[in-house]
Structure formats: C-alpha cells, structure tokens
C-alpha cells in the first residue's frame, strides 16, 4: 500500500513541477554601484493537463528541447546536447510565449509575434539584439556546417531569400510563429533550413582549446587587424595579438569610455583612455594615465571578462558594471548606464571592425 502510495505522490510531483516551473532570471544587459533589483521572470506552461499527463505518463517530464516542458532542466539527452546555461535558458525563455498568437510584423506578445519578432524578443531577454527581420537576423552570429552540427538554442532559417525563421530546440525539433492563423509552437523541422546560425556562443567550444583561439571565437578575431589611421591603433593591435582579442573592440571601448582622450577623468573617478578605476588599476599594476599600460590593463581586463562569462555584451558589461553585477542579475544587470554602454561599444565596433 505504501509503495502505491508513493508512486501517486510522485506522478503529482511531477505534474506539479510541470504546471507550477521554478521562475527563471532573465538575462538583460548591467553597471556596478546601482541598487536595481533583479527582473525575475516566471515561465509559464502553455499545454494542457491531458497533455502535460501524457508527457508524465511516457516520463518525458524534465528534459528541454523535445518535449515542449517549461524550461525544467533534467537528465534528458537534449540538454546535455545544448551545453546547458545559455541554451536552456533560450528555451526556456521561447517556451513562455507557447501559444500566443501569430501577427504579421508583431512584436509584443499582448497582441502577437511574428518569426522574427518572437527570437528577437526571446534573444533580446538574454542581452542579445537580434535585427527585426528574418532576412537580417540570417547574418547574425556564426555559421552552423548542418543540421547534424546544430545544436538547442541555434536559428533555423528557411528559403531563399530567407524568409523564416525558429529556434531549434534538439532531436528534429524547433519552437517558432508559423503562420497567420497560427501560435507560437513546438513541431518538426519541416525541411531542410537555408542557414543555420549560432548567436549563442559556448566559451569551451574552441576547437585548438587555447585561450587565445576562445578569445578569438568570441570577438570575431584571429588577434590582428588594422585600424587604419583610427588613434593609438599600434597600442590596440599589440594588445589585441597578445590577448587574443579584436584590436577594434579594443578602440571602441576607448572611443566609447573616453573618446580617446589619454588625461580623461569621469565624475566616479575613472582615469584615462580607457577608464580605469584607480584600485582596479592598482590590481592590474598598470597606471591608467599612460596610454600603453591602460590599453594593456583593459585587454587583460575583458580577456578576463570573456573567459569567465563566454559573451562579448557580458564582459563589457563587468568591465562596465564589475562582474559581480553581472553574476547578480544572470545577464547585464538592468542599470540604464550599462545598458546604454553595451550597445555603444557594439555598435562602434560594427563601425571600426
């Protein structure tokens, strides 16, 4: 009888943590020294119960990426394929808007989403900014070889041009906003995609395994470029090929935290080209006031940021904020200031790159 007993206690269980899931943080881009609380963001179940007792009974509970579940991380072979963290929580994040329904050119899930508009405004929870259309998102992020390479939280694209897009979810399986008529759901990939894209970057994925190649996977570079006439460009390629990292990032922090200026002084404290703050200087054994040795301190500053937190927006954003804020808030902490300097660094360095 107990044995009976338990195992109806456990079927509830799991229902329970199906129907009721664990909120997840979402993931938005930060700045040190505010006092914002974090933005927590429930997910909710979008089956119903006959479907969500289907899925119990044939013990799919748990498992992301093939079952349509909530964002629940179990044991299931999807998960360990997605690399967990960022992909789970894509999709954890995509699963919240099951059955909202399809709008043409809709963005808002009050009124509807279209393709583009719903991995925009999941990717955009995770601090990353995805362009509106399908056409322009195809050119974001690296390229995925084939279906058999792809992995949970990758884009699928379809046509050409492209003029669909989803999320790949694992095992044949994608979320997306099909079609006029339509809800947000999960279903098969139902041909071949035109592209496949990786927007979500895994910092243990180099292939060499060296820091250097990791570094130069995330920031588009093999340690070189030229900058032209771009000022003080000697100093970022050195640190650059020395670092590992894109001598244009480099430049764009510089540009964005000083405009170049080598005897800059903020308000907070921050000294020169790169603004560094005079204890985190006294850390790196570098003074801030002499260009070379900023530029030194700061790639070695962001090379640091990157390993730790394996994206670009994330690392500007400890450089930005401290890394403390970014773990506080999973994600660039929702400090208007960082926020705003994560999306000037990115675009000067589209510009400079």
């Known amino acids: 009888m107990s044995e009976g007993l338990s195992a109806v ?16 943080q979402s993931a938005a881009p930060a700045q040190t020294g505010s006092s914002s609380s974090p933005a927590t963001t429930a997910t909710s179940g979008s089956t119903d119960f006959d479907s969500l007792l289907d899925r119990v009974n044939n013990g799919t509970t748990g498992t992301t990426g093939t079952t349509g579940t909530t964002g629940t991380t179990g044991t299931g072979s999807s998960t360990s394929r997605s690399g967990g963290g960022l992909a789970d929580k894509a999709i954890s994040i995509a699963k919240k808007y099951l059955g909202v329904n399809y709008k043409w050119g809709g963005n808002d899930p009050q009124t509807g989403l279209d393709c583009s508009g719903f991995t925009q405004l999941v990717y955009g929870q995770l601090g990353i900014d995805l362009p509106r259309s399908s056409a322009q998102q ?7 070889s084939s279906m058999a390479a792809a992995k949970p939280g990758d884009l699928v694209f379809f046509g050409a041009p492209v003029h669909h897009v989803g999320i790949y979810l694992g095992d044949g399986r994608m979320i997306d906003a099909p079609k006029a008529g ?20 895994d910092p243990t994925s180099s292939s060499s395994g060296s820091v250097a190649d990791t570094l130069a996977q995330l920031t588009g570079s093999k340690g070189s470029s030229s900058l032209g006439s771009t000022r003080y460009a000697d100093l970022f390629e050195a640190a650059g090929k020395k670092y590992g990292l894109d001598p244009a990032l480099l430049s764009a922090v510089a540009k964005t935290e000083s405009g170049y200026n080598t005897s800059a002084k903020s308000p907070a404290g921050a000294l020169g080209l790169m603004q560094i703050m005079p204890g985190t200087a ?72």
């Open 138 to 144: 195809a050119r974001t992020g690296t390229k995925v």
């Open 182 to 201: 339509d809800v947000v759901r999960v279903r098969d990939v139902y041909e071949k995609p035109s592209q496949i894209r990786r927007v979500l970057t």
């Open 9 to 24: 206690l456990s079927r509830i269980a799991s229902i329970e943590s199906l129907i009721n899931p664990q909120p997840v």
């Open 282 to 353: 006294r850390e790196l054994g570098v003074d801030p006031m002499v260009p070379r040795q900023a530029v030194d301190g700061a790639a070695r500053l962001l090379s640091d940021h990157l390993r730790t937190f394996g994206r670009v927006d994330l690392a500007l954003a400890a450089y930005n904020a401290g890394p403390g804020a970014v773990r506080k808030y999973d994600g660039v902490p929702p400090y208007t200031e960082t926020e705003n300097y994560v999306r000037r660094v990115q675009k000067a360095w589209g510009q400079l790159r």
